[in-house]
Every structure is written in structure tokens, then in C-alpha cells.
């Protein structure tokens, strides 16, 4: 790939003195929970609202999200607050809805990652935009496949790429729900090194009393932000409440995290 430089220049429009702060919940549930999270996270250092609004659950039955619906409610945190908005796209469909929304950022999670046929298609779907395209790591530690996917994108034309590190599935007990696997990121990194990187530190927790510790690790190896879900009454979430932390807990944490860095 050429034109790395490129890359960094959405996160450069920022115009941000401290790593970029994605948050927001899981899934969008319901208006309420967007819009009263949403005007929550206004007094942080979040500059993107994410939310799940077709959400890829393991087994079936569980809540699937609310699907388009969804992205009015997004729409409206986003016309409320200035938070700029992001949600995960998973086909053609997802990307022709989310860019009719004008849904300023949009990623890609880690089960489409690891098919070159769905990555294809959302390249296909996406070709040319301007819009901020983010790829999760493929769920397995596959940094090719992580890399083709990245390319893939890049041959569409579609130049405000970024990538998310969000752990990676084993089967043994680590204490993780997804293994960080620092190495593998650390490679993308010095591949790519104008690429932002952007750490999900909750899917590799699993749970919400390491996330600061896991934060603080990226951030010593020069991440460009952080993806964290966060949702007002974290318990009563209607996927991945265990790792969900509050909008005034994710202030606290990058208060903290700051003041680590300073002394650190
Ligand atoms: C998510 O961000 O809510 C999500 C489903 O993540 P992942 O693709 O990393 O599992
Ligand atoms: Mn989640």
C-alpha cells in the first residue's frame, strides 16, 4: 500500500491534545438510553458515540439489536450533543442505511474481518467515501488476514481507514475474554505505522475491573485512541453488561490515565 500518510489525517482533524475517545453502549436498546447516554458522555473526552444496532450474537435468541431504527436515534444524539456518531456494518445493506444516516464512522467487526467475501462486499458498497471506515482484528490472531482486509478497503478508494485491537479468541482461560495479543498489534503498528490504532479495551476484558489496566498498556505502546463501551446503568445492559463501565467512570478513567501518562 502507498500513501500511508494519509491515513492519519481524519484522526489529525480532531484536533486532539490526548488519544481519541470513541464510547458509547453495546447496542442501542432504546431512544432514551441513546440520548440520555449520549448527553452523559458531552462532558467527557469523547468525541465519537458508538453503538451496536445489528449486533452478531453468538447463538441465536438473544437480542439482535434494533436494527435501523437505531440509527434516528443516533442521528438525533448526534444533532443534541455534536458527538459525531459510529456503528458496526456487516453487509451492503448496513452500509447503504448507515451512509443514508450519515453515520460519520463506520467499522467493521471482528467475525465479518475474518471472511474476505463480506470485507469485499462492504468495499464494494463503501468505494470512494470519505467517511471514517474502522476494521476490528479478524477473531482469530491472523495478522494477513487482518492486513488484507485493511487492503482491501484501501483499493476502494476509501482513505480514512483506522484499525480496532480487540483481542483475540482461545480456548484457553487467560482471564481475558479475547487475548490482547500486544505482539501481533505491535506488528500492524510497525507495518503501518501511520495506520491509527485504536484499542477496544472491553471485548478483551470481558469485564469491567481491568479495562483501565489494559488501557494504560496501549497506551504506553502509542495507541491513537480508545473504543470503550459505556452505558449509563451498565448492569441492566441488554448485551455485555459485565464490561460495560459508566459515562462518569470512562471520565474518571481518562483523567487517570492521563495523569499516569504525565508521570509515568
Ligand atoms: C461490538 O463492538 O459491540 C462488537 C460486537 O465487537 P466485536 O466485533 O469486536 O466482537
Ligand atoms: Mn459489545
Known sequence: MTNQKKFKNWLQAFQLDHPLVIAGPCSAETEKQVLTIAHQLKDTDTSVMRAGIWKPRTKPG????????????LKKAKAETGLKIATEVANKTHVDMA????????????????????????????????????VKNPVNPDLPLW?????????????????????????????????????????????????PLILDPSHIAGKRDIIFDIC??????????????THHTPDEAWSDAAQQITPQALAQMTEDLKIRKEHG
Open 99 to 134: 451512509l443514508e444516516a450519515d453515520v460519520d464512522v463506520l467499522w467493521i467487526g471482528a467475525r465479518s474481518t475474518v471472511s474476505p467475501f463480506i470485507v469485499q462486499d462492504i468495499a464494494d458498497a463503501l468505494k470512494g467515501t470519505d467517511k471514517i471506515v474502522l
Open 216 to 229: 494504560q498498556t496501549a497506551l504506553d505502546l502509542n495507541y491513537d485512541g480508545i473504543m470503550v463501551e
Open 62 to 73: 438473544n437480542f439482535e439489536g434494533v436494527g435501523k431504527i437505531g440509527l434516528d436515534w
Open 147 to 195: 492486513l488484507g482486509a485493511i487492503e482491501r478497503l484501501h483499493k476502494a478508494d476509501i482513505q480514512n481507514l483506522g484499525v480496532i485491537h480487540r483481542g483475540f479468541s482461545t480456548y484457553e482461560k487467560t482471564g481475558y475474554r479475547n487475548n490482547p495479543e500486544w505482539q501481533l498489534a505491535v506488528d500492524l503498528q510497525n507495518e503501518f505505522p501511520d495506520l
